[in-house]
Each structure stands twice: as C-alpha cells, then as structure tokens.
C-alpha cells in the first residue's frame, strides 16, 4: 500500500516538475560564470513553482514564518534613518526568501540533492582555474559581454594582493563559496569511493574526477588564505570521518590541527619547536603576523562591539539594513561594509524580534534534518550520506556568518538559500511518508 502511494508521488514528480528542476540545475552551473543569466533563469523556475504549487506553498507552516519575518524586516525599514538604503536592503533578503519558499516546493528527492551535488562541482571547475592562473600565471583581464551578461574581472595577484579571489573579487567571498562546494562535493566523493570499494566498476571515472576536483579545490581554498574557511573545511573532514566512524583519520587530522594551532598561539618556547615543521604560511596567517599592525578598526572584535552596541540602542527596529557602513565610517573614519557577522548586523540594523525570528526559522529546518537523518524509516541507507552533506553545508554556513557576511554576494546567497530549500523539501516529502505510515500501522 504505501509502496503504490510513493510510486504515484514519485510518478508525479517526474511528469509536473522535471524541466523546471533542470532549468534550476542549468541555472547553478553558471551561475559562478554568469549572475544575471543564473539570476533570470532561477526567478522564472521560482515563478513557474509558485504558479504550479502555490496552494502547497501556502500551507506550510514554515513559509508563514518567512511571511511574518519580511513584515518585519519591511517595518524595519520603515523606521530607519535612511529609508532608501534600508528598502533596497530588502533586497538582499526578500527575493531569497521566495526563492526558498518555490525551491523546497520543487526539490524532494535525493536524486535531486545528488544532481545538486554534480552541478556544484562542475561549476567550480572553470573559477577554480580562473582563479589558479590569477595567483601563479599572473592573469589579469575585465571581460564584458552585452553589458553584464557575462562579465568577468580578474584582478592581477589576486584581492587582496597575494591571495586568490578569482571572479568573487575578494578572497573570502571565493573562500566561502568554495568551502561550501568542497563540503557538499566532499559527500559525494565518499558516496562514490563507497561504490567503488563495492567493485562498481562504473563508479571508477566518477571517482576519478572528484578526486581530482575535490584535490583543485582544496588548493585554492587554501590560496584564499581565509582562517575562516580553512577552520569550517576541517571541520567538515572532521564531521566526515566522525559520520564513517574513521577513528584513525580523526586522530590524524587533530594532531595536526593542534600542530598548527601550537605553532600560532603556544608560548614561545614551544611554538618554536612546533614552527620548524609547520609552514608560516599557515601559523603566521592564524596569528597575523603575516598581516602585523592592523588598525583596531579593522579588528573583527572592534566591530562586533560596534554592531552590539548598536543593537542595544534600537533593540525593536534596529538601524535600517544597510546602515551599518555609514554609521561605523562616522565613528571610526574607516570605510567598512559590514561586521563581519551575519547575526550581529541584522541585530543591528533590523532589531532582535527579526533575528530571533530568523534564527528561530533557520533552527528548525536543521533540527529537523538532522532528526529525519537519525529517526526516519524510510531513508535508503545509500541516502543517508549526501543528506548528511547538505546538513553539513547549512552548518557551515552558519559557521561562516558567525565570522563574516556572505549575503552581499548574489552567486553565494541564493546558493545558500537553495541549500535550505533542498533540505526543507526533502524534510517535508519524507516526513510525509512517515506520517502516512504511521497512520497505516
């Protein structure tokens, strides 16, 4: 009985949905190369889902809280010092928030998430190498086509100078986008090496290639010479080999880690020791003495301190999003484009009931995850893995945000916010499986 009922959801799936999910695949494979082209091509697969499953859409319980949350931030704005900067920051966020709402209707299978997986992978090839030749060919070339269509800049030596950025025009921009497609391209990496080790001699070509990608990737992420995304990437090995239960390989990559961590922040006696085998590109990058003199203003705890006492000031509305800038600029006379965490900015210049909204919202698709991960019946064994991966992602993200702000970048958020969207519809599909099984028994 219930195997007919997911034969006919999965019949239905194919034959309603199957070209608007690959004009939504098309549109992730470029959209590193092409925003706009990326940007279109994934407002008209929303617009096409909202039409088609509107009635579903606005049943779900989770998109009235996305619903209230953009009154408030609209309210937000509504009361900033600067209306025009604050209305346009609702563009920021708005959008995504239906670009999530259509996408978690749209994507419920975990051919889907592997697809995903695939098209992330590829995608990053070509900035990958863009950004490879930036760094050690010295290329350097701005690159338009019919305006912005495709438009491409290569700073020579990379932004900042000596660290790669490829086309995101800054190194930690790249570095977060990166980390991202190296978490989720990770899983299907193991999902594969797993084939293979059954003797699935068609895995073996796959395999290969992401072993290769997944090698590129990891060079450049270590190019960006970004604390921040080094720190979530080993995390994600650590979370992996957890997950598998690689015991050795955990050991392994601690000791490490403490190695480098030693060499960075021990006393000196013991860090000297620990820095003969440790390269200072690592060590003197943790504890900036690559980077010595810094001003205070430019300090990641000058400016969360900045943004909490701005938080404190208006505690309901906030300042207006996009304030931020102008505010610290007045105060520390240093231009500054955020704080360097998502939190502590939307506190700012939206107010706590927003943010505790949001992260309210945000909370519960990942607990709701990571208990359809661990309690669901009907997750294939083989599923388990790549829906681990995308959980993994979201929480790499969070990891990110704690630390810098990766919505001013149209490729990177409306990646992340497909990411939720993959989780949430494979969340309420299965649950539904689980709830009608339920009531069968």
């Given at each position: 009985?219930?195997?007919?009922?997911?034969?006919?959801?999965?019949?239905?799936?194919?034959?309603?949905?199957?070209?608007?999910?690959?004009?939504?695949?098309?549109?992730?494979l470029i959209?590193?190369?092409?925003p706009?082209?990326?940007?279109?091509?994934?407002?008209?697969?929303?617009?096409?889902t909202?039409?088609?499953?509107?009635?579903?859409?606005?049943?779900r319980?989770?998109?009235?809280?996305?619903?209230?949350?953009?009154l408030l931030?609209?309210?937000?704005?509504?009361?900033?010092?600067?209306?025009?900067?604050?209305?346009?920051?609702?563009?920021?966020?708005?959008?995504?928030?239906?670009?999530?709402?259509?996408?978690?209707?749209?994507?419920?299978?975990?051919?889907?998430?592997?697809?995903?997986?695939?098209?992330?992978?590829?995608g990053s090839?070509?900035?990958?190498?863009l950004?490879?030749?930036?760094?050690?060919?010295?290329?350097?070339?701005?690159?338009?086509?019919v305006?912005?269509?495709?438009?491409?800049?290569?700073?020579?030596?990379?932004?900042?100078?000596?660290?790669?950025?490829?086309?995101?025009?800054?190194?930690?921009?790249?570095a977060?986008?990166?980390v991202?497609?190296?978490?989720?391209?990770?899983?299907l990496?193991?999902?594969?090496?797993?084939?293979?080790?059954?003797?699935?001699?068609?895995?073996?070509?796959?395999?290969?290639?992401?072993?290769?990608?997944m090698?590129?990737?990891?060079?450049?992420?270590?190019?960006?010479?970004?604390?921040n995304?080094?720190?979530?990437?080993?995390?994600?090995?650590?979370?992996?080999?957890?997950?598998?239960?690689w015991?050795?390989?955990?050991?392994?990559?601690?000791?490490?880690v403490?190695?480098?961590?030693?060499?960075?922040?021990?006393?000196s006696?013991?860090?000297?020791?620990?820095?003969?085998y440790?390269?200072?590109?690592?060590?003197?990058?943790?504890?900036?003495?690559?980077?010595?003199?810094?001003?205070?203003?430019?300090?990641?705890?000058?400016?969360?301190?900045?943004?909490?006492?701005?938080?404190?000031?208006?505690?309901?509305?906030?300042?207006?999003?996009?304030?931020?800038?102008?505010?610290?600029?007045?105060?520390?006379?240093?231009p500054?484009?955020?704080?360097?965490?998502?939190?502590?900015?939307l506190?700012?210049?939206?107010?706590?009931?927003?943010?505790?909204?949001?992260?309210?919202?945000l909370?519960?698709?990942?607990?709701?995850?990571?208990?359809?991960?661990?309690?669901?019946?009907?997750?294939?064994?083989?599923?388990?893995?790549?829906f681990?991966?995308?959980?993994?992602a979201?929480?790499?993200?969070?990891?990110?945000?704690?630390?810098?702000?990766?919505?001013?970048?149209?490729r990177?958020n409306?990646?992340?916010?497909i990411?939720?969207?993959?989780i949430?519809?494979?969340?309420h599909?299965?649950?539904?499986y689980?709830?009608?099984?339920?009531?069968?028994?």
């Amino acid at each position: 009985m219930l195997g007919a009922s997911l034969n006919k959801v999965s019949d239905y799936f194919k034959s309603r949905w199957r070209s608007s999910w690959n004009y939504s695949l098309w549109a992730l494979l470029i959209f590193p190369l092409s925003p706009l082209l990326g940007a279109v091509t994934v407002g008209f697969v929303s617009l096409i889902t909202w039409l088609k499953q509107s009635r579903k859409i606005n049943r779900r319980p989770l998109n009235w809280g996305f619903a209230l949350l953009s009154l408030l931030l609209i309210v937000s704005a509504g009361f900033a010092d600067d209306k025009t900067a604050a209305f346009l920051g609702l563009f920021n966020l708005l959008p995504f928030f239906l670009l999530f709402v259509a996408h978690s209707a749209l994507i419920q299978t975990f051919v889907q998430l592997r697809q995903m997986a695939w098209v992330l992978v590829i995608g990053s090839i070509p900035v990958v190498i863009l950004g490879l030749g930036q760094l050690f060919l010295g290329w350097s070339f701005k690159f338009q086509f019919v305006w912005v269509v495709l438009s491409w800049t290569i700073r020579p030596g990379g932004n900042p100078p000596g660290r790669i950025a490829s086309l995101f025009l800054h190194a930690n921009t790249f570095a977060a986008y990166l980390v991202i497609v190296f978490i989720i391209g990770l899983g299907l990496w193991l999902e594969n090496y797993q084939q293979l080790r059954a003797k699935s001699q068609e895995s073996f070509l796959p395999f290969l290639f992401l072993t290769v990608a997944m090698i590129t990737n990891f060079i450049a992420l270590i190019f960006t010479n970004s604390r921040n995304g080094w720190a979530i990437a080993i995390f994600a090995c650590l979370a992996y080999a957890l997950y598998q239960g690689w015991r050795i390989l955990v050991g392994g990559v601690a000791a490490i880690v403490s190695s480098v961590l030693l060499a960075a922040f021990a006393p000196s006696p013991v860090a000297q020791f620990f820095r003969q085998y440790v390269p200072a590109f690592f060590w003197a990058r943790l504890n900036d003495d690559m980077y010595p003199d810094r001003p205070v203003a430019l300090m990641r705890k000058t400016q969360w301190g900045f943004a909490w006492s701005l938080a404190q000031e208006h505690p309901l509305t906030g300042w207006g999003l996009r304030s931020f800038s102008r505010l610290y600029k007045a105060q520390m006379q240093i231009p500054l484009g955020h704080p360097h965490n998502f939190f502590l900015m939307l506190s700012a210049e939206t107010g706590f009931p927003s943010t505790l909204l949001f992260c309210a919202l945000l909370a519960w698709i990942l607990i709701t995850g990571i208990q359809l991960l661990r309690k669901s019946k009907h997750i294939n064994t083989e599923d388990r893995l790549i829906f681990f991966s995308y959980l993994l992602a979201f929480v790499g993200w969070m990891l990110l945000n704690t630390v810098d702000v990766t919505l001013f970048d149209f490729r990177l958020n409306a990646l992340s916010w497909i990411i939720f969207a993959a989780i949430c519809g494979v969340i309420h599909r299965y649950n539904q499986y689980d709830k009608l099984a339920s009531h069968q028994n």
